[in-house]
């Protein structure tokens, strides 16, 4: 039976259900339903058993890029792990999208703003959009000492550097704490 008809049962048990792949992975096939309704037992171990390769999340562990449709994972998979999406005025926007305008919309997203940061954007990306790192480490977290704060380090660098724009960029995120640079180009 084709994943799509065996889904058409989830339909009749009158339960929410959505289908597609990964924004960063199109090779994999994604299910996604409130998997704890005891109506859709069958289904699953059915899907799990003739299509092991499809991955079945929680209609509360996805979004779906506004741009291209496909499914944004909104929930950390692991220690580290950093959001590969951003929440534009239109909807959630995938790295992917993001990248397809040479992240032009995605800077001005994150420009000046400290409750912002760059999770998107490699080195490199920000190198070829004008930005060079300002400073060394900041850090924030529950660790002692880790107190620095980005709305006040975001003000002494636009008093030290009137003519820069500014964006955060996140360096690590652990368990307790996160790793925070600021880059800034010239107007
Ligand atoms: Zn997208």
Redesign the pocket.
């Known amino acids: 039976m084709r994943l799509e008809t065996m889904l058409k049962v989830v339909e009749k048990y009158d339960c929410n259900y959505g289908y597609g792949v990964y924004?960063d992975d199109t090779e994999t096939q994604v299910v996604v339903a409130d998997w704890n309704n005891e109506k859709l037992e069958t289904v699953m171990a059915n899907i799990e058993r003739h299509y092991p390769a499809t991955v079945l999340h929680y209609d509360d562990e996805v979004t779906?890029?506004?741009?291209?449709?496909?499914i944004?994972s909104t929930i950390p998979g692991y220690y580290g792990d950093i959001p590969q999406?951003y929440c534009s005025e239109e909807g959630?926007?995938?790295?992917?999208?993001?990248e397809?305008d040479d992240y032009q919309e995605y800077i001005q997203w994150i420009l000046d703003d400290s409750s912002k940061a760059n999770t998107l954007m490699n080195e490199n990306d920000l190198d070829t959009n004008g930005f060079e790192n300002m400073n060394g480490m900041f850090e924030n977290g529950f660790h002692h000492g880790q107190n620095d704060n980005p709305a006040s380090i975001l003000t002494e660098y636009q008093d030290k550097f009137p003519h820069h724009e500014f964006i955060f960029h996140i360096d690590h995120c652990g368990q307790f704490d996160t790793h925070f640079q600021i880059y800034g180009r010239e107007f």
């Open positions: 924004a779906t890029c506004s741009e291209c449709g496909n944004i999406f959630p926007i995938c790295a992917k999208c993001a397809g």
